[in-house]
């Protein structure tokens, strides 16, 4: 469907501002987005994209293509290459899991010694893009597995999993958007507890993992620690309220979540339960230039935009540039191509 490129997850961003939930899911991942948006237009796109392009052949034995990570086919004019017919370059890439940018035609080819003079002369159908990593997220599709045309995914642990994340399932790219309904009366609430208690007991502690967002009536929270059937637990998550709650109340757990199907250049397929669930990882700098960036523009947004908040009596912070110019200049130049020629 959509072609998207995000670059870091909410768990990320909250866990760097220490927000601890108080901000709600869907503001953070506006902030990730539009923090993704601005890098991926100045320095690319870090997230593969399926596709095929078609370009003008050179006539020569070099070609010169866009970032390219991997090659599904090659059709030079009517004919179809395989791999023997060219060589990807540099060999070694421009960096670990980064791109090619040219392929010579291989000197033992009987299909290739020249890329079609034409302006449409070459189709090469792969994957595109500055970088590509993924790996296990830990969490596999949960009971029921996911049709080709839902719109949420189960997992089996809800903490493993966040908006802001392209997941890979099979050869399907999915953007995790958000959470849906929770998994209702997982367990129970072992006890009466109060507003200010931040240490629970669970009828069965197992039901639950740590990171999980859980639900006790309306009030959400995060566990952030078990031992055995107690719990510490982050109150009022997702800027619910924090309140109290009496014994044998249910406990819902947040592991199904929001998806966009088929991203980038991929087609929505079913899967069943307990397919491992992979995530595409950016380099560290971008993921880390994405969250200073969205850091940014929520703590301006909270100022009103003005750039400082707090009072002489509490300490000011100023809050004074969205996209920081040096870091933002580096990386720009650590993932830069030359242009050919």
């Known amino acids: 469907m959509g072609y998207h490129q995000y670059f870091c997850t909410i768990a990320e961003l909250d866990d760097d501002l220490k927000l601890r939930g108080t901000e709600k899911a869907a503001v953070?991942?506006?902030?990730?987005?539009?923090?993704?948006?601005?890098?991926?237009?100045?320095?690319?796109?870090?997230?593969?994209?399926?596709?095929?392009?078609?370009?003008?052949?050179?006539g020569h034995a070099r070609l010169y293509v866009p970032p390219l990570l991997a090659v599904t086919s090659i059709t030079n004019d009517d004919d179809t290459l395989t791999s023997v017919d060219y060589i990807l370059n540099p060999r070694q890439r421009h960096w670990r899991n980064g791109p090619y940018s040219w392929i010579e035609a291989d000197p033992d080819s009987t299909l290739l010694a020249a890329w079609h003079e034409d302006r449409e002369g070459v189709a090469i159908a792969g994957r595109w893009g500055k970088y590509e990593y993924s790996e296990a997220s830990g969490a596999t599709v949960g009971t029921g597995g996911q049709t080709s045309g839902a719109a949420t995914l189960l997992a089996d642990d809800g903490s493993k999993l966040?908006?802001?994340?392209?997941?890979?399932?099979?050869?399907e790219q999915e953007l995790v958007t958000g959470y849906s309904t929770p998994s209702t009366a997982v367990t129970t609430l072992n006890g009466t507890i109060t507003a200010a208690q931040d240490t629970i007991t669970l009828a069965d502690g197992t039901k639950v993992k740590v990171g999980e967002i859980i639900r006790c009536e309306w009030e959400q929270m995060r566990v952030d620690e078990i031992q055995t059937h107690s719990i510490a637990v982050t109150r009022g998550w997702n800027g619910t309220v924090k309140v109290a709650h009496t014994t044998a109340a249910n406990i819902d757990v947040f592991r199904t979540f929001t998806v966009e199907r088929g991203v980038n250049g991929t087609t929505a397929a079913a899967h069943t339960a307990a397919d491992v669930i992979y995530r595409y990882q950016v380099p560290g700098d971008v993921n880390y230039l994405a969250r200073q960036i969205a850091a940014l523009m929520l703590k301006k947004a909270s100022s009103?935009?003005?750039?400082?908040t707090g009072n002489s009596e509490l300490g000011e912070v100023y809050y004074t540039n969205e996209f920081p110019r040096g870091p933002l200049a580096e990386i720009s130049q650590a993932y830069h191509i030359p242009e050919a020629g």
């Open 304 to 308: 009103g935009f003005a750039g400082k």
């Open 28 to 58: 953070l991942l506006r902030a990730v987005r539009d923090a993704s948006i601005f890098l991926s237009g100045k320095i690319g796109e870090f997230i593969p994209v399926t596709e095929t392009r078609t370009l003008p052949g050179t």
């Open 162 to 171: 966040s908006p802001g994340m392209h997941v890979l399932i099979g050869s």
